[in-house]
Structure formats: C-alpha cells, structure tokens
C-alpha cells in the first residue's frame, strides 16, 4: 500500500501522490483487454477498492501515465474519464484528479438510499413484524422501572443480555450473559470488531462478494484486504483453507449464514475447518450472523461458528433488523467477557450506550422468536417465489440464486453491464444494487443483488421495469457494444 499523508488535495495540507512509473506497475503487463482504456480504468478502480492506492490520492498527470505504460495520451484521457464517470476519480481544475470511492465521491445518488418513488430492490430490509407495536407498548410500560436512574447500560440492558445468550443456548452454543456486548445494530457490532482487531496495515481476509459496510469498516481501520470466492453454491474451501495458511491474516470478516449476497450457507464440517484453520494461523474471526434467522426452506441450520471455538477467537455478530425490523436498533457481539470489556471501552469513545426503550422492545420479541421466525419465513418464501418467477418470465438469459434463506437473490447476467444496468433502472422508477458494490476488486460487472422484501405484486411490477431497463441498457451501451460480449 501507498503511505503518504492523508489531506485532500486543494484543502491547503499535504497529499497522497502516485508517480506514473508506480501506478505503472500496480496496473501490471500491458493489459490483454480491449478497449485499452477500459481495462486500465478498470485496473485502478480495482487498486482503488482494495485500498493498494488510498482514496483522495492525486494520480499522474495522463502524459506520464501514458509514458509509463506505453500507450498514447488519448487512452489515459478516457481511462480516467471513465473513472470520473463512475465516482472514482474527482477532479478540480488547478489541483489535480484524485481517487475517491464510489459511496463517497460528489456525484450520483447513495447505493443504498433510493429516491421514494423508486420500487427499491437494493435495501434488504423487511416491513416490522407482527407484534412490534405490542412488544413496544409494553416496553413503554417497563420504561417507568428503569427512569429513576441514569439510563446508561454501557454493556447492554441486562434482561436483554439474558434473552440474547438464552437463545444461543438454544441454537446450540453455551453461552453467558456476560459474553454478550449489546451494540446500535450489527453494523456498530462489525465496526467495533474491526477496531479492537484491526491496525493499519493487518491484512484482513474477507468474501468476494460481501456486505459494503464490512468491507468500509475493514478499509477505515487501513486493512489490506485479501478476498476468498463464494457463490451461491458455497465456498471453496480448498482455496479458502490456502488463504488461512499463506496469508496468516490478522482476523477475517465472514458471513456464513445465508451470505450477502449470495445467499450460501456454511455447513458444519466447513465451519469446524474454518475455526480450525483461524486458529492455527492466529487469526480472529468476526462472525455476521445478522441473517441467521433468516430460513426460507426447511431442514435444520448449523450450529453457530462460535460453536467449534475452544480459544475465544470467534467474535459473533447478530442483530434484529433484519428479523424483526430495521428501525430497531439493537445488535450485540458475542465474545469472552474480557474481550467484551474491551468493546465497551471502544465504545465508550463515540457512543455511551443503546436507547433503553429499543432494548426492552427487542427483549419481548425474544421471547416470542420461533412464531416470529416461522412467520417471517413464510412471508420471504412468497416473496422469494415471486421474484424467481418473474425473472424467469420476463429475463429468462438472467441466472438467479434460489436462496435458501436470509433477503436477497444474487442474479447472474449474461454481460457485464450491472453498474450501467442500476444507473438505467433508477430511471425506470426501480433500484437494484449493482455487483461491484460488493467487490473488493472492481469485478463483479455481471451480477445484481435484488431484494425480495417487498410483496409479490410489487415484485413483478419491479420486474418490468427491470426488463425494460435492461433492454435499454443493451441497445444503448455506456461501453463499447463489443464488451458486452467478454
């Protein structure tokens, strides 16, 4: 990774700078990929994502980069164009072109914040459950036992610790109240994994694809990140057992319960080799189980990973958003007590504690889960049915997942054109999330992530509008018709 200093260019401090020879060589050989400007806009938007040419560095000028890779002006011109055009590259006049990354450059709408007239395929978020207005009616009513006093919990409510360690004895893992750290959702449970774990320049071992905001946290903290593949059809273990054992990373980010994107799930042979070989090679695990609620089909689920843990290297993070509804905030991290400890002093530095009244909403809906499973269940399997449907009738060369469980289907495309796809779509009044949101390598051109959180009708309505977008798409490319066809 490139070390300078860190300032902005044109905010009057120091900069990160990259000669043309240096970004040169982290392009590589002469790139086989035609057009030329492609393949090398592609190439540094890839060193971009994985954080080998830090954000808010100032690139060459386009005639040394040219120099340095052999190739005229006009392809380094267009190159960087299209770095622009795609939110990794900003410029202004008298400073320079600086990197940037895609969520959060000046141009173009948030990933994951469509506009309300939008049908929104790209936030896996349920509607609240049956229940939730109950559970928080009598919160209120429990609220007057906790007023008398400052309302801080800096661990977590106690009752809630109970009911979130209790239901890992059911799912098949001891566990204490005082393993549990209650957090603001599973996003701040991850966040601070990855600060107690993580310093600048660890190597972090992550999936490809994988949640956006892992890889954010993993990023923030200067990790160098390595990936490992999955697919709908699961992990190569092979591979991944070789990434433990070259790489010796420092801790990895994983999500082995009905994966995001994808959808895979971990079985309990993989899950016992990947402790396994975290641990010989010194590695913690941070665990996203924020989908482990979450079957659609039946049989039975594994044990949490935590359950093949003898050392205390497994970080568990879970959530309610995705189960109950995403605007309760309450996530947890499942440690040692003395790693625990550690977390709230993390904590304590931006954040003093959770909202009482979310806790001891959450606490009685625990203690109604498997209806509100079952429940849930049912309404994703309609959902998910839907979708499949739809995209079989109407885009029937697109190649979907049929998850087994969690909120989303990872859908395969003939050609690379998602980010052109999700651009066109937003103007067909519905938001898909394009694959490279979920890359550490620019890839993933061919693939969307949509949701099936909204009911069937909506779905199929969404569906045609995709169809129509996508048709537009293809006649109308933002790359080179040929390209289409790589």
Known sequence: MVRQRTDRPGTGGGTRRINGRLLARLIGEAPVERPYYLAIARAVSGLVLDGRVPTHTRLPAERDLATALGVSRNTVTAAYAWLRDNSFL???????????????????????????????????????????????FHASEQLAAHVGGIGYYPYGLPELRHAIARRYVERGLPTTPEQIFVTSGAQQGVTLAMDLL?????????????????????????????????????????????????RRPSAAYM?????????????????????????????????????????IDSGDLPAPVAAH??????????????????????????????????????????????????????????????????????????????????LRERLPDWRPSTPGGGLVL????????????????????????????????????????????????????AVERLAAAYAETLAHPTQPRGQLYV
């Open 255 to 295: 999500i082995p319960d009905f994966q995001n994107p994808t959808g895979a799930l971990m079985d309990d042979d993989e899950r016992r080799i990947l402790v396994r070989e975290a641990r010989r090679a010194g590695t913690h695990l941070i665990i996203d189980e924020s989908g482990a609620e979450l079957a």
């Open 309 to 390: 843990d003898t050392d205390g290297r497994v970080l568990t993070v879970g959530s309610v958003a995705k189960l109950f509804w995403g605007g309760l905030r309450v996530g947890w991290v499942r440690a040692t007590p003395p790693m625990v400890t550690r977390i709230m002093a993390i904590r304590q530095r931006f954040d003093l504690a959770g909202s009482v009244h979310d806790q001891l909403t959450a606490t009685h809906l625990l203690a109604d889960v498997l209806r509100i499973r079952a429940e849930r269940s049912r309404q994703l399997r309609r959902n998910r049915d839907a979708l499949l449907v739809a």
């Open 90 to 136: 900003d410029s202004r006049q008298g400073a320079g072109s600086w990197t940037v990354l895609p969520d959060s450059a000046t141009r173009g709408p948030a990933p994951f914040v469509p506009a309300a007239e939008q049908i929104d395929l790209g936030v896996a978020a349920p509607p609240a459950v049956d229940g939730l207005r109950d559970a928080s």
């Open 410 to 461: 990872w859908a395969a495309l003939p050609y690379p054109v998602a980010t052109s796809l999700a651009e066109v779509a937003i103007r067909h009044g519905v938001h898909p999330a394009a694959g490279p949101l979920f890359g550490a390598d620019g890839t993933l051109e061919r693939y969307l992530r949509l949701a099936y959180t909204r009911p069937p009708d909506v779905l199929a309505d």
């Open 198 to 246: 993580v310093q600048e320049g660890d190597e972090v071992l992550m999936e490809t694809p994988t949640y956006p905001h892992g890889l954010d946290a993993a990023r923030r903290n200067g990790a160098r990140i390595r990936t490992t593949g999955v697919t709908p059809q699961g992990w190569d273990m092979e591979y991944l057992v070789d990434a433990f054992r070259q």
